[in-house]
């Protein structure tokens, strides 16, 4: 079972655009989104993250848009750079009083591109 | 904070031979995950240490997956008798996890990429 799905499966942008990657879940006992950055060859790297008291969260050029009554979350990419081209994942956990190891549920990712 | 690192990059094999990863977590980090990542996916759960003891495992870790963390530091991921569907990468994640509000950060390894024919 798929419990956290993302979209689009790839994107491309010119320079200075903005992204928006989208995401949701099903399982309620989720409460914690991160987004992870991966390069080809590297391991995945977390980006921002956020919890479900609060709706946004933003870290330079990054934001998290968080939707809880719809159980959906977004990334946007201000002013995006070649160097932004990378396969994004969200993902997904809950706290150990769920009988969780905190452990991550990713979802399926999106290659972005961002042209020049 | 040397970040984490695995070894080996990579690994080709043939079907029915066994293999052998390593992770070596940051310094002091008292959790540790292993995942697996196919092509085109996400990374997906295997299982987790909290200091030496091996807490959970999911479902993909079938019988022939062992995977140990002796004395609390690094830690090994076996697979015998190996199987195509064995191909794919096996990324280590570790945690200095303190039980806060916000959880900790996992810091992934650059994986260990398994091909076998």
């Known amino acids: 079972q798929q419990q956290v799905k993302q979209s689009p499966q790839s994107l491309i942008v010119q320079k200075g655009g903005i992204p928006i990657i989208n995401c949701a879940y099903e399982n309620t006992a989720f409460d914690y989104f991160p987004w992870y950055q991966q390069f080809p060859g590297k391991g995945p790297a977390l980006l921002i993250a956020i919890r479900p008291d609060v709706s946004e969260k933003k870290e330079g050029r990054f934001t998290i848009s968080f939707n809880k009554s719809a159980k959906q979350f977004s990334l946007h990419i201000m002013d995006s750079q070649p160097g932004d081209s990378a396969t994004y994942f969200c993902a997904a956990s809950m706290g150990e009083g769920s009988g969780s190891a905190r452990q991550l549920t990713f979802g399926s990712g999106t290659q972005l591109t961002v042209l020049p | 904070d040397t970040g984490v690192s695995q070894n080996p990059r990579h690994k080709i094999t043939k079907r029915g031979q066994n293999v052998t990863f390593r992770c070596d977590p940051i310094?002091?980090?008292?959790?540790l995950y292993w995942y697996r990542q196919t092509l085109g996916q996400g990374p997906e759960f295997l299982t987790y240490?909290?200091?030496?003891?091996?807490?959970?495992k999911s479902r993909l870790l079938s019988d022939r997956f062992s995977a140990e963390r002796p004395k609390g530091s690094f830690s090994t991921l076996e697979i015998q008798r190996t199987e195509q569907g064995d191909s794919a990468m096996y990324l280590c994640a570790s945690v200095r996890e303190r039980g806060g509000f916000f959880p900790e950060t996992q810091y992934f390894g650059p994986g260990t990429r398994l091909l076998v024919l």
């Open positions: 310094s002091e980090h008292n959790r």
């Open positions: 240490f909290q200091n030496e003891a091996q807490l959970e």
